[in-house]
């Protein structure tokens, strides 16, 4: 029997790096329990509200975030707020495919676009590694808060 995926993120600002995420991949932010949001109201300022209606001091209103697949096939993405900084590299990195079906040039394009979109919403180029005979070549970058990650 398979299981659910949940992917946790230890974050200093769980808001802002969930929207970073939600951005990048497509995702959308659920909405609190029992609250049905109209067409294009804010998710983050019914989070907002739904906490301050039950009491919960401003200053803890964002030691956590999510971010949902709107098709509900990808795995949905927690964020936690925690005090320490990151100090190492990721032991497990995610990989964003932005070039399914690309090879060479084409694929390395496609992947330096995405890369320019990413980069615009707040994440940091690392490095490019060429194709090679047992790579189709990839792109190392950064979320705002310095978690490694591959657009490939």
Known sequence: MSRQLQITFDAHDPQALS??????????HPGPPGVDLPEGADPLAAWDDFLAGLGVPKEQRNTRS?????????PRLFFQRVPEDKV??????????????????ARMAALESECD???????????RDEPASLSPGHLVMTDPEGNEFCLD
């Open 19 to 28: 929207a970073f995420w939600r951005d990048a991949l497509g995702y959308v």
């Open 66 to 74: 999510a971010v949902e697949d709107p098709e509900g096939r990808g």
């Open 88 to 105: 190492a590299k990721n032991r497990v990195h995610l990989d964003i495919r932005a070039a399914p079906g690309l090879e060479g040039a």
């Open 117 to 127: 979109r990413l980069v615009a919403l707040g994440a940091t180029r690392v490095r």
